[in-house]
């Protein structure tokens, strides 16, 4: 690869001349941390915990909750200072082996697990604000997962890390760089709990909404409120079973596949691992028609209600298209004249612990379909109240997804950004 001026080539990659390329031993002490009995944790001393580290790139005292009963002995030994780098020690697997977060408190009398490795830096070189980004490479994640142990848990240690090879900008560049990062990660957090308060705000009006406790402009009359087994709910509500009020059940099935020829179709087929968010976020398999006639499955109508029966009960979407379903889900079809899918799909989103607290059998849950039937529901009495209320509920839900959608892309353009200027491709300097 050619090396353009100002460059260099190093182990971890080609980066500014005027920066340099040292071992994480050469930085930094590696101690494991503390293990103790049961018995001990649950008061006392502070203690950083492997939770505490995952998905915190900074910590502070009041972050953490852990607490551990110590000898003076143990907390000199386990110490934890300001600038101390904590690493993921163990985990399920090597991508979650050496994630990283910096104290950035002065947290005395406070100490680490044993699932957690220290970095106690050897001098100042490295600024506390720019720890919690440099090692977060692809380079220097590749490098930490690379060399992670796997027998039933993947594993690294403090010899390992003291091999890993990081670029070091000069101090007043890593601060540069910190604070851009540092910028980009506060936009993330205010678009996050803004999408979390529009959440909060769109369950609140669901169970105003799906209660008649608030009526919609046009629908403001004025009944009183009777007593149901559901609950309380304005007069001129209907109170019905879900089996009077569906004009079909229908089952889902998977082809067989000893025959390779029917997974080769164009039909959608899913299964409840498809469903995520109430709504059906992948299609990864199409099957013939061949394939829906010799088997149980059937194809439910675009605009009908797909609800998880079986494994993963209480998720649920509407029919984004005509999509063949699995034995994980049962489709349902509502006589639309009393009760419209859209409402009915909402009042059992906000409701699933009732389907929850149906599941039967042993080793796989599931509702059946006698037990569907069985269930109460409660609505308004015209379709028109019922679809209003969906609108304003979808309105909610489209703010949300665009929210959500802009809070990804800001999360790669970050990702992007932590690329270009941790090895010294894009320079604030």
């Given amino acids: ?12 990659g080609i980066i500014p001349e005027d920066w340099d390329a040292p071992f994480l031993g050469e930085i930094f002490t590696f101690k494991n941390g503390l293990n103790k009995a049961k018995k001990f944790f649950g008061y006392g001393t502070p203690i950083v915990n492997y939770m505490d580290i995952y998905g915190k790139r900074g910590l502070f005292a009041h972050d953490l909750q852990g607490r551990v009963s110590l000898s003076k002995q143990e907390l000199k030994t386990f110490e934890v200072r300001r600038g101390d780098v904590f690493f993921t020690r163990t985990s399920e697997t090597a991508e979650e082996v050496g994630i990283t977060s910096v104290m950035l408190d002065v947290s005395e009398d406070t100490v680490f697990s044993g699932f957690v490795l220290r970095a106690r830096p050897k001098d100042d ?15 220097v994640r590749k490098q930490i997962t690379s060399q992670s142990t796997e027998t039933t848990r993947a594993l690294t240690n403090g010899r390992y890390l003291s091999t890993v090879v990081i670029a070091r900008p000069p101090k007043p560049e890593q601060e540069a760089i910190a604070e851009a990062l540092s910028h980009a990660d ?5 678009l996050k709990q803004l999408t979390a308060k529009k959440r909060h705000l769109k369950q609140g009006l669901m169970q105003e909404l799906l209660t008649g406790k608030k009526r919609l402009p046009g629908f403001e009359v004025k009944p009183g409120y009777k007593q149901t087994e559901v609950g309380i709910i304005p007069e001129d509500w209907e109170v019905s079973r879900l089996g009077e009020v569906v004009s079909r059940f229908a089952n889902g099935g998977t082809p067989s596949t000893k025959h390779e020829a029917y997974w080769r179709g164009n039909i959608p087929w899913i299964t409840g691992a498809d469903i995520l968010n109430q709504r059906v976020a992948v299609i990864r398999r199409f099957i013939t028609k061949d394939a829906v006639r010799n088997s149980s499955t059937n194809i439910i109508s675009k605009g009908n209600l797909l609800l998880v029966s079986r494994t993963g009960v209480g998720k649920l979407a509407i029919s984004p298209c005509d999509i063949a379903i699995s034995q994980d889900f049962t ?8 009760l ?14 009732i389907l929850m607290n149906q599941n039967q059998g ?4 599931g509702v059946t379909r006698e037990t569907l039937s069985a269930l109460t529901i409660f609505f308004p009495p015209t379709t028109s109240e019922q679809t209003a209320i969906s609108i304003i509920l979808s309105d909610m839900d489209a703010e949300i997804a665009t929210l959500e959608t802009k809070l990804a892309k800001f999360r790669q353009i970050k990702q992007g950004m932590m690329q270009e200027l941790l090895t010294g491709r894009i320079r604030l300097i």
């Fill in 340 to 353: 419209s899918t859209e409402y009915l799909f909402r009042f059992l989103d906000l409701n699933q612990s």
């Fill in 125 to 139: 070189s490295l600024d506390d604000q720019f720890k919690k980004y440099c090692f977060s490479t692809s380079v």
């Fill in 362 to 365: 042993t080793s796989i849950l």
């Fill in 331 to 338: 489709g349902i079809y509502t006589k639309h004249e009393r």
């Fill in 186 to 190: 506060n936009l993330i957090e205010s």
């Fill in 1 to 12: 690869m050619d090396v353009k001026p100002g460059y260099k080539q190093t182990e971890t």
